[in-house]
């Protein structure tokens, strides 16, 4: 039987993960009903007063300087926290206000009447009435959750159009405008109208202005509402909250999370997380802190610490020694010599993706083909040069070898795991012609026998990932169809033969293992892809959430978690985060790792890339008392020209 046979079979609809935080059951669909003409509508129901306990600010912003801000939330709901994130954040304003050298400037003297904005019943310079003392909601968070409880999609649908205005300039890649503000305004009759705050491109030179969207929303849409603006959160649920807001922001604004023990000061506050990003190749961060968290509960602190590598306890030494055996090392270099040679259909192929590239927008980094999304980053490394000739800031060679030699002065084994990504796999449907089973990467797969032959243990993932692929049953795939991530297929291809590389180390036969010592249970969940938000506007509302089969792993009744004293460390990038701490959790490779072999294994992510992982490695002196074997596992993009410098240790 086919491991898709196994794993892939009737999936159903399920809730997305903010919507499973919020402890919220599938609800009856929206019923939308567009209002074309205020005279052709029945009379509009009064609007409800709010609830007593919703406050009309969301959050305050703490600024400690132009790159750190504190935004201090007073009542956890998760409308708050999605609001204290969405709202002006500058890691997601960060070059956004630069104008665009295509813009001909037709916005900057339309008059308001004659805006192009067909989806809005009224239009106003200034706030309209209705949405007085109500708190404003971000709305991408809160549409994907209704879409989630009512099946209806009509209000991201209306709220994407509003921002894939393009006022007769198709060529300019930028949004014109966005939605900063959106209100939902419950009438007497158990319908929701929606209020929105547009606010244009600061290079078009427009004041923000306000409209009501030609959409009622009835059904059970103001519960929805209701429990997202009301019901509280505890500090568990807003720590994963901020972790899957990481995840998903990564690959565009390239978030990660600072290591930061919860309700520690820092700048100023005490916030229980801090988020970095780098969108533009200069930091910033933005931590949030919510003061009901600030408790003196001794259960509740110790409950936050146990989330950060520092868990409570002792570690225990253990003697270790090295397994010296080259055989495998020299056994994979021998499989690639030769296996991937410079021809005339490779060079085809680079010069069709790179003809592809050059016809997107330049700010444009995702595009559709064969149903499915690709990264330009990811093509850019098909496209790579000598990537051991890249500069000293750069060129990961150099500083993987010095991290096998502190490694190996420690007597801790290092496996080096790249990632290869999903248009290496699947090169045949970025470029038309292109055979399924040609490997495309010279460069990148020179680069893996570089790596062997300069004495790096290197798990070669390619074979098993392309093995996988063949037994791909539509619309299932070995890789996420909008996301830059392996789907369930691939991963646990990656993780056969990554536990068979494991259990061969000589040390592994006197290492406690207990095989069966873990159960293993099928679910699903879902993911939304996150390529999407590279997309054009208009294109966005096309590519909605998938459902995955995925796996998730116990340790008796409780979803499992590798401890401190675990002899494995597996770091890395998101690729190990994925399904992991984030998603449906305990099902990604750590846990898939430790069933398979018997052996407890510790994760550590970095959202922001693998490149910088090392360095949180670094700070576990105590933790790696424990240690005999560390895997090093990341996507292989950021091996070419990453933008985070891989700096020495």
């Given at each position: 039987?086919?491991?898709?046979?196994?794993?892939?079979?009737?999936?159903?609809?399920?809730?997305?993960?903010?919507?499973?935080?919020?402890?919220?059951?599938?609800?009856?669909?929206?019923?939308?009903?567009?209002?074309?003409?205020?005279?052709?509508?029945?009379?509009?129901?009064?609007?409800?007063?709010?609830?007593?306990?919703?406050?009309?600010?969301?959050?305050?912003?703490?600024?400690?300087?132009?790159?750190?801000?504190?935004?201090?939330?007073?009542?956890?709901?998760?409308?708050?926290?999605?609001?204290?994130?969405?709202?002006?954040?500058?890691?997601?304003?960060?070059?956004?206000?630069?104008?665009?050298?295509?813009?001909?400037?037709?916005?900057?003297?339309?008059?308001?009447?004659?805006?192009?904005?067909?989806?809005?019943?009224?239009?106003?310079?200034?706030?309209?009435?209705?949405?007085?003392?109500?708190?404003?909601?971000?709305?991408?968070?809160?549409?994907?959750?209704?879409?989630?409880?009512?099946?209806?999609?009509?209000?991201?649908?209306?709220?994407?159009?509003?921002?894939?205005?393009?006022?007769?300039?198709?060529?300019?890649?930028?949004?014109?405008?966005?939605?900063?503000?959106?209100?939902?305004?419950?009438?007497?009759?158990?319908?929701?109208?929606?209020?929105?705050?547009?606010?244009?491109?600061?290079?078009?030179?427009?004041?923000?202005?306000?409209?009501?969207?030609?959409?009622?929303?009835?059904?059970?849409?103001?519960?929805?509402?209701?429990?997202?603006?009301?019901?509280?959160?505890?500090?568990?649920?807003?720590?994963?909250?901020?972790?899957?807001?990481?995840?998903?922001?990564?690959?565009?604004?390239?978030?990660?999370?600072?290591?930061?023990?919860?309700?520690?000061?820092?700048?100023?506050?005490?916030?229980?997380?801090?988020?970095?990003?780098?969108?533009?190749?200069?930091?910033?961060?933005?931590?949030?802190?919510?003061?009901?968290?600030?408790?003196?509960?001794e259960a509740l602190r110790a409950k936050f610490v146990a989330d950060s590598l520092a868990e409570a306890g002792e570690v225990v030494p253990v003697d270790r020694?090295?397994?010296?055996?080259?055989?495998?090392?020299?056994?994979?270099?021998?499989?690639?010599?030769?296996?991937?040679?410079?021809?005339?259909?490779?060079?085809?192929?680079?010069?069709?993706?790179?003809?592809?590239?050059?016809?997107?927008?330049?700010?444009?980094?995702?595009?559709?083909?064969?149903?499915?999304?690709?990264?330009?980053?990811?093509?850019?490394?098909?496209?790579?040069?000598?990537?051991?000739?890249?500069?000293?800031?750069?060129?990961?060679?150099?500083?993987?070898?010095?991290?096998?030699?502190?490694?190996?002065?420690q007597n801790i084994q290092l496996l080096v795991v790249p990632v290869p990504v999903k248009e290496e796999i699947y090169a045949d449907k970025i470029v038309a012609?292109?055979?399924?089973?040609?490997?495309?990467?010279?460069?990148?797969?020179?680069?893996?026998?570089?790596?062997?032959?300069?004495?790096?243990?290197?798990?070669?993932?390619?074979?098993?990932?392309?093995?996988?692929?063949?037994?791909?049953?539509?619309?299932?795939?070995?890789?996420?169809?909008?996301?830059?991530?392996?789907?369930?297929?691939?991963?646990?291809?990656?993780?056969?033969?990554?536990?068979?590389?494991?259990?061969?180390?000589?040390?592994?036969?006197?290492?406690?293992?207990?095989?069966?010592?873990?159960?293993?249970?099928?679910?699903?969940?879902?993911?939304?892809?996150?390529?999407?938000?590279?997309?054009?506007?208009?294109?966005?509302?096309?590519?909605?959430?998938?459902?995955?089969?995925?796996?998730?792993?116990?340790?008796?009744?409780?979803?499992?978690k590798g401890g401190k004293n675990a002899p494995i460390l597996l770091m890395g990038d998101s690729f190990t985060g994925v399904f992991e701490s984030v998603d449906?959790?305990?099902?990604?490779?750590?846990?898939?790792?430790?069933?398979?072999?018997?052996?407890?294994?510790?994760?550590?992510?970095?959202?922001?890339?693998?490149?910088?992982?090392?360095?949180?490695?670094?700070?576990?002196?105590?933790?790696?008392?424990?240690?005999?074997?560390?895997?090093?596992?990341?996507?292989?993009?950021?091996?070419?020209?990453?933008?985070?410098?891989?700096?020495?240790?």
């Amino acid at each position: 039987m086919r491991r898709s046979d196994l794993y892939i079979g009737n999936v159903k609809k399920i809730i997305c993960p903010f919507a499973i935080l919020l402890g919220l059951c599938a609800c009856a669909s929206d019923n939308p009903r567009p209002a074309t003409d205020s005279s052709s509508e029945p009379a509009t129901a009064s609007a409800q007063p709010l609830p007593q306990s919703v406050p009309s600010t969301l959050f305050e912003v703490k600024a400690s300087g132009a790159d750190k801000q504190v935004r201090v939330v007073a009542k956890p709901t998760l409308a708050a926290l999605d609001y204290a994130a969405y709202s002006a954040n500058p890691i997601r304003l960060a070059g956004k206000d630069e104008k665009p050298e295509n813009y001909a400037g037709k916005m900057a003297s339309a008059k308001i009447a004659d805006y192009p904005f067909p989806m809005l019943e009224s239009l106003s310079e200034s706030a309209p009435v209705a949405v007085a003392g109500r708190p404003p909601l971000a709305w991408e968070p809160l549409s994907k959750i209704l879409y989630a409880q009512t099946g209806n999609d009509s209000l991201g649908i209306l709220l994407n159009a509003v921002e894939a205005v393009k006022w007769d300039e198709p060529e300019v890649f930028r949004a014109f405008q966005t939605v900063s503000k959106l209100w939902g305004v419950a009438l007497t009759d158990g319908s929701v109208e929606w209020w929105v705050e547009v606010s244009p491109a600061a290079w078009t030179g427009r004041a923000p202005f306000y409209g009501k969207l030609k959409l009622v929303s009835a059904g059970e849409t103001a519960e929805v509402l209701n429990y997202y603006l009301t019901a509280e959160m505890g500090a568990e649920d807003a720590m994963n909250w901020v972790r899957t807001l990481s995840s998903y922001w990564y690959p565009t604004l390239n978030t990660d999370l600072e290591q930061h023990t919860p309700g520690a000061p820092w700048e100023g506050g005490r916030p229980f997380a801090v988020m970095r990003g780098n969108p533009m190749g200069t930091p910033m961060w933005v931590a949030f802190d919510v003061p009901a968290f600030e408790l003196s509960d001794e259960a509740l602190r110790a409950k936050f610490v146990a989330d950060s590598l520092a868990e409570a306890g002792e570690v225990v030494p253990v003697d270790r020694s090295l397994d010296t055996n080259s055989s495998f090392r020299l056994e994979t270099l021998a499989s690639l010599e030769g296996a991937c040679p410079a021809n005339d259909a490779t060079a085809k192929f680079r010069d069709a993706l790179s003809k592809q590239l050059k016809k997107l927008p330049k700010e444009q980094n995702a595009w559709e083909s064969n149903g499915m999304l690709w990264f330009r980053r990811n093509a850019n490394y098909l496209l790579a040069d000598k990537i051991s000739g890249q500069d000293s800031l750069h060129n990961p060679l150099s500083r993987l070898l010095e991290l096998k030699k502190y490694l190996d002065s420690q007597n801790i084994q290092l496996l080096v795991v790249p990632v290869p990504v999903k248009e290496e796999i699947y090169a045949d449907k970025i470029v038309a012609g292109t055979p399924a089973d040609l490997c495309v990467n010279v460069n990148g797969r020179e680069f893996f026998r570089e790596m062997l032959a300069a004495g790096l243990d290197v798990l070669d993932l390619y074979p098993a990932l392309m093995a996988a692929r063949a037994g791909d049953e539509p619309p299932h795939y070995s890789y996420q169809r909008y996301d830059t991530h392996w789907a369930l297929p691939g991963m646990l291809a990656a993780m056969e033969m990554l536990a068979s590389r494991v259990t061969q180390y000589s040390w592994y036969a006197s290492s406690g293992a207990q095989p069966g010592s873990l159960q293993m249970q099928e679910t699903t969940t879902v993911r939304e892809g996150d390529l999407v938000a590279h997309l054009p506007d208009a294109e966005k509302p096309k590519y909605t959430a998938d459902t995955l089969s995925a796996m998730k792993i116990f340790k008796g009744s409780n979803p499992y978690k590798g401890g401190k004293n675990a002899p494995i460390l597996l770091m890395g990038d998101s690729f190990t985060g994925v399904f992991e701490s984030v998603d449906q959790k305990s099902g990604g490779p750590g846990s898939l790792l430790a069933y398979a072999t018997g052996l407890d294994v510790q994760v550590v992510t970095s959202w922001g890339g693998g490149p910088g992982v090392y360095h949180r490695m670094m700070k576990m002196t105590k933790d790696m008392q424990s240690k005999r074997l560390v895997i090093y596992m990341m996507t292989a993009r950021d091996f070419w020209q990453s933008p985070m410098e891989w700096d020495g240790l």
